[in-house]
């Protein structure tokens, strides 16, 4: 505890205590924090510590006879300050004493990691002296001993740093020195390897062009002997040196290269097309109209057959080279996605039909006529049609046979559909001015996709002729001219006499909808053009013609909105029936094309275009909408839906208001019928339906018949449910709640609603009552007998069940205040 607390407990342990043994003791423990504290003060990796560091939670000491406080009667702290001074004095290595602290943390070093450090120095002391001297007072004696011998290690291990210290320094100086010395030697010796590398590519290069000139020499020769396998061989040899020189720098040997090989790929790319044209002759190739029988076969059909296994064989062995000379000579068409080059027996097959196309449809020939584009069309389809068994039967097993994975009859449709390619690129440009000659055209092409990817199974992923319409001015063009011809159509159709009549109204299981011709019609024209824009190869063109749709759609919504509102003044004209089945017929085509498969893959696809304009910094739809769409909870004619909805929503509303127009005023004397002084069913033989009643039951009876005949079922539906909900509000307030009712009037109200009202609606639901509750529930309570009625009250009145009663007397919609209103309505009460 003392020594914890004080920093100078060794002097005063030495002050305390008697006798020169102790007084040795302590010195030499005072010393061995001083050797201790050089020892770390001297090593890297060790922050210095003094004797505070063996004294923990404690200042450092220096001047312990300054220090420490005097003790009366000893010779003090004079005297150990002294011995303090001998002792740094005798050291030689020490620092002198400051008033500064010795514990001075290094590099920045935390203050915590260093008390840790002199824990641990303190406990090695500790440890050193327990294990030197022991628990026993006697073994101090050997203090001195100790002492000298620490002094010596001390001294051998500082001679030995400072030796090896000399040796490093000379050593370091020699080897600068010597890398003085060499670095002329370095820099002759990297201008020899840069030499060595220079001559070393030179020698490649020289090698490289060696190879060439012994390919070339070999081609030569082999084809000097008729050798042309091996020819093929070396040229597919050369064509692969070429291929490899792709990446290089060597621009002029990559032209050589290439110059040879075009070279010499040119020359028995001819000689094998030549022999190749001659035997197609033979073979009648090609087709140019149907053969009306089959032709018989020459006399030397095997030796044919063989010829033309070899040539095709040798033509397709040359494919790679032709495909690395192609990838520069080949131009792309606008619009059309670059494809990998035509096979070498179809080049040359194409040929002689290339030649009768560009003959009859380029230059100034009749059949050249921008006004006819069928007639070129029609020519490349025939030209596929006529010389696709050809191919299948004479071709396609020779190609099987060379392992090319190349479907001929494809290979044939990619060869003759370059030459429409390049006719429509040419004559679009000249139609962008005419819409009736561009419509025309648009109509032929996309009647030509058609029959190319069905008839000639044409795989969708090789482009077609779509590509080449959905250029931005010509897309721009055929959006316009498709809005200019649909909205033209619209005024024809609206304007037409039979517009708004149905041409099915008198085919119950047809006309279903019962739409007027003018909604069919108009859905028949975006059908069309979903139609036409189904099959364009490109999402972002197919989203335009979308939004166009969805724009014609909204126009028309906004037309029928203008001629219901001329109609709204006899809402109950066929006419004003006919717009509201049009509003709902185009509602139902819409939501069942939101689950068509198509627009669901537009959906998805504008949810992708969505997303990365998004990244790009133009996002085109809400988190909310894109979430909707991504989720198929909403769809692409969401908000048309909505607006159409709000539309037959607001047309139904003003018809049923002029129909309920129409019964109020004829319920007239029935509201104010002598419900009070009517005679109980007892005085009356059989019930009857109130006279006054009868104006208002043929008047409901004549208007459910004309919705029923006029509106769809859906819309008719509608109609006699909201109908029969404004009825029961009615019959409800201006009725029941409007007089007084004795026992005769409560079961002639009864009698008339359900057995004459009710069954009214009985033709269109099982249980028509339930459209009635409020009616239904007032009968019961005014035709309770009199001792239920007061029983009923009673518990009315104390709230006391009065739920469950009105449950078991069959009332759950009134509310116990509307049942007590309805009693007192009631004029047979005992007492009055």
């Known amino acids: 505890m003392f020594r914890n607390s004080c920093p100078c407990w060794p002097v005063l342990f030495y002050c305390n205590v008697r006798g020169c043994s102790f007084r040795i003791a302590v010195l030499v423990f005072w010393y061995f924090g001083v050797y201790f504290r050089v020892f770390f003060d001297h090593s890297p990796h060790t922050p210095s510590i003094g004797l505070g560091s063996i004294c923990p939670n404690t200042q450092p000491v220096h001047h312990v006879g300054v220090a420490c406080a005097h003790q009366p009667g000893e010779p003090s702290a004079v005297y150990v300050g002294k011995m303090d001074a001998a002792?740094?004095?005798?050291?030689?290595?020490?620092?002198?004493?400051?008033?500064?602290?010795?514990?001075?943390?290094?590099?920045?070093e935390d203050p915590a990691s260093e008390s840790g450090h002199d824990e641990t120095q303190h406990d090695f002391v500790l440890d050193f002296v327990q294990k030197e001297l022991g628990g026993d007072l006697k073994s101090l004696k050997n203090v001195a001993e100790l002492l000298e011998k620490v002094r010596a290690e001390k001294e051998m291990l500082e001679e030995q740093v400072n030796s090896h210290r000399r040796t490093c320094l000379l050593t370091c100086?020699?080897?600068?020195?010597?890398?003085?010395?060499?670095?002329?030697?370095?820099?002759?010796?990297?201008?020899?390897?840069?030499?060595?590398?220079?001559?070393?590519?030179?020698?490649?290069?020289?090698?490289?062009?060696?190879?060439?000139?012994?390919?070339?020499?070999?081609?030569?020769?082999?084809?000097?002997?008729?050798?042309?396998?091996?020819?093929?061989?070396?040229?597919?040899?050369?064509?692969?040196?070429?291929?490899?020189?792709?990446?290089?720098?060597?621009?002029?040997?990559?032209?050589?290269?290439?110059?040879?090989?075009?070279?010499?790929?040119?020359?028995?790319?001819?000689?094998?097309?030549?022999?190749?044209?001659?035997?197609?002759?033979?073979?009648?190739w090609p087709s140019i109209s149907p053969p009306m029988q089959p032709l018989a076969p020459p006399a030397n059909a095997q030796e044919i057959s063989s010829q033309l296994d070899l040539l095709v064989s040798q033509l397709m062995a040359l494919q790679t080279s032709d495909d690395l000379i192609s990838e520069k000579a080949l131009t792309t068409l606008p619009g059309v996605p670059q494809a990998s080059p035509l096979s070498l027996p179809v080049q040359v097959m194409v040929l002689p039909l290339t030649k009768r196309f560009r003959y009859h449809f380029t230059g100034n020939r009749t059949t050249n006529s921008l006004g006819k584009p069928e007639w070129y069309l029609t020519q490349i389809l025939m030209w596929m049609g006529n010389n696709s068994a050809f191919m299948d039967d004479k071709i396609q097993p020779i190609l099987d046979r060379t392992g090319s994975n190349v479907n001929a009859r494809v290979e044939l449709c990619r060869g003759l559909l370059s030459l429409a390619q390049e006719k429509l690129t040419h004559d679009l440009p000249r139609l962008l001015y005419d819409d009736t000659l561009f419509c025309h055209l648009v109509d032929e092409v996309l009647q030509f996709e058609k029959e190319l990817r069905s008839t000639h199974s044409y795989p969708a992923a090789l482009p077609g002729l779509l590509h080449i319409p959905l250029e931005d001015a010509t897309l721009q063009k055929w959006l316009t001219v498709e809005r200019k011809m649909a909205l033209e159509k619209v005024d024809s159709m609206l304007s037409g006499e039979g517009a708004w009549s149905c041409q099915y109204r008198d085919i119950s299981d047809v006309d279903e909808l019962k739409a007027p011709d003018c909604a069919e019609t108009f859905m028949t024209l975006l059908l069309v053009i979903t139609d036409r824009y189904r099959a364009l190869p490109c999402s972002r063109a197919q989203l335009k013609f979308?939004?166009?749709?969805?724009?014609?759609?909204?126009?028309?919504?906004?037309?029928?909105?203008?001629?219901?509102?001329?109609?709204?003044?006899?809402?109950?004209?066929?006419?004003?029936?006919?717009?509201?089945?049009?509003?709902?017929?185009?509602?139902?085509?819409?939501?069942?094309?939101?689950?068509?498969?198509?627009?669901?893959?537009?959906?998805?696809?504008?949810?992708?275009?969505?997303?990365?304009?998004?990244?790009?910094?133009?996002?085109?739809?809400?988190?909310?909408?894109?979430?909707?769409?991504?989720?198929?909870?909403?769809?692409?004619?969401?908000?048309?839906?909505?607006?159409?909805?709000?539309?037959?929503?607001?047309?139904?509303?003003?018809?049923?208001?002029?129909?309920?127009?129409?019964?109020?005023?004829?319920?007239?004397?029935?509201?104010?019928?002598?419900?009070?002084?009517?005679?109980?069913?007892?005085?009356?033989?059989?019930?009857?339906?109130?006279?006054?009643?009868?104006?208002?039951?043929?008047?409901?009876?004549?208007?459910?018949?004309?919705?029923?005949?006029?509106?769809?079922?859906?819309?008719?539906?509608?109609?006699?449910q909201g109908l029969a909900d404004r009825l029961n509000s009615f019959l409800y307030q201006d009725v029941v709640l409007y007089n007084h009712f004795n026992e005769g009037g409560a079961a002639q109200l009864q009698f008339d609603m359900t057995r004459n009202l009710f069954p009214l609606f009985g033709h269109y639901c099982k249980r028509p009552e339930n459209f009635f509750k409020h009616v239904k529930e007032a009968c019961i309570v005014l035709s309770l007998s009199i001792g239920s009625a007061l029983l009923l009250r009673d518990l009315l009145r104390e709230?006391?069940?009065?739920?469950?009663?009105?449950?078991?007397?069959?009332?759950?919609?009134?509310?116990?205040?509307?049942?007590?209103?309805?009693?007192?309505?009631?004029?047979?009460?005992?007492?009055?």
């Open 87 to 108: 002792v740094t004095q005798d050291d030689g290595k020490m620092q002198k004493s400051t008033n500064k602290p010795n514990f001075v943390p290094e590099n920045n």
């Open 173 to 284: 100086s020699s080897v600068l020195q010597h890398l003085q010395e060499a670095e002329p030697w370095v820099d002759e010796l990297c201008q020899n390897i840069d030499h060595v590398d220079t001559m070393e590519r030179s020698m490649r290069y020289m090698q490289c062009l060696q190879h060439i000139e012994e390919l070339s020499d070999r081609i030569q020769q082999c084809l000097m002997t008729n050798s042309v396998w091996e020819a093929i061989d070396s040229v597919a040899a050369m064509a692969t040196l070429d291929a490899g020189l792709q990446a290089s720098s060597c621009l002029h040997l990559q032209g050589f290269l290439r110059a040879t090989l075009r070279f010499w790929h040119k020359i028995i790319k001819d000689r094998l097309a030549s022999d190749f044209e001659e035997l197609l002759t033979l073979l009648h």
């Open 546 to 720: 979308l939004d166009l749709q969805r724009e014609l759609v909204d126009d028309f919504r906004i037309r029928l909105t203008q001629v219901m509102k001329e109609e709204s003044r006899s809402p109950l004209s066929p006419r004003y029936s006919a717009i509201l089945n049009a509003a709902n017929y185009i509602s139902t085509v819409l939501a069942d094309w939101a689950d068509n498969v198509f627009f669901l893959q537009l959906q998805q696809a504008v949810v992708s275009l969505g997303e990365v304009e998004a990244e790009g910094g133009r996002p085109v739809l809400g988190p909310m909408e894109a979430g909707r769409l991504a989720s198929l909870e909403g769809s692409l004619f969401e908000s048309l839906l909505a607006l159409l909805d709000r539309l037959r929503g607001d047309m139904i509303g003003r018809l049923l208001d002029t129909v309920m127009k129409d019964v109020r005023e004829k319920a007239q004397l029935y509201r104010q019928d002598r419900w009070l002084s009517l005679p109980s069913q007892c005085d009356q033989a059989t019930m009857s339906l109130s006279s006054s009643a009868c104006p208002m039951m043929l008047c409901v009876r004549d208007h459910l018949l004309t919705l029923q005949q006029r509106l769809c079922g859906p819309l008719f539906q509608m109609a006699w």
């Open 799 to 832: 709230a006391l069940e009065g739920r469950q009663a009105l449950n078991e007397l069959g009332v759950y919609r009134l509310a116990p205040g509307d049942v007590l209103i309805l009693l007192n309505l009631r004029a047979s009460w005992p007492g009055q």
